[in-house]
């Protein structure tokens, strides 16, 4: 029902996992709507990934979710005691990790993540993490409240490019944007940002 008339008989590929089962090269299986018989095809890397991701506040985060200790062991294991996230970092720092994974060289990771990371020690660690893995391109922050009238939280949006293979550099601009108006009042013809 919510799909293109003219998809009709194609395999609809979606499924859930929880992110930190998610690696490229993983089997899925899909059913194949034509007769039912199972399908099963590999995660691929893909250019962009999108998400607004949850806000679980470290002391939460091993509760909501046991799968993050696994994640922050191996990251620790490949990014070296110096960058390794501990466990006063939320939720949200690993799973932008995790993503790098999915994400082709100069593919895009766009997600919506508390401005936690701007003022704290691990957020330090966050983003010198992010710089292995990735570019910054563009950092949103809000210059007029929470977005999110039902969010405890602010929030921020990071926008990344994978980085290249070999490719160890960090430079490049970044843009640093301060939204002036609620977003309430955002419409296609309001200037709301300023650099």
């Keep these: 029902a919510l799909s293109d008339p003219s998809a009709q008989g194609e395999i609809i590929q979606v499924f859930q996992r929880d992110a930190f089962e998610l690696a490229a090269g993983m089997p899925v299986t899909f059913t194949d709507p034509t007769d039912g018989h199972s399908v099963k095809r590999e995660l691929p890397t893909v250019h962009a990934v999108v998400s607004n ?18 994640c922050r062991d191996r990251l620790a294991s490949v990014l070296g005691d110096d960058l390794a996230l501990d466990s006063k970092s939320d939720l949200y720092a690993h ?9 082709q060289p100069s593919g895009f990771l766009g997600v919506i993540v508390s401005n936690s990371w701007l003022g ?20 949103v922050i809000s210059g ?15 926008v990344l490019q994978r980085k290249s293979d070999g490719d160890g550099s960090a430079s490049g601009k ?17 200037d709301t940002v300023s650099e």
């Design 144 to 158: 007029r409240g929470r977005w999110f009238a039902v969010a405890d939280v602010v929030t921020t949006i990071l």
């Design 53 to 70: 991701l949850p806000f679980v506040r470290f002391e939460d985060a091993a509760k909501i979710n046991p799968l993050i200790t696994a």
């Design 95 to 103: 799973l932008v990790l995790q993503l790098a994974s999915l994400v």
């Design 174 to 190: 970044i843009d640093f944007v301060t939204t002036e108006d609620r977003i309430e009042a955002w419409d296609a013809t309001t």
């Design 120 to 139: 704290t020690d691990w957020g330090e660690r966050f983003r010198a993490a992010l710089q292995v893995y990735f570019r910054f391109v563009r950092v």
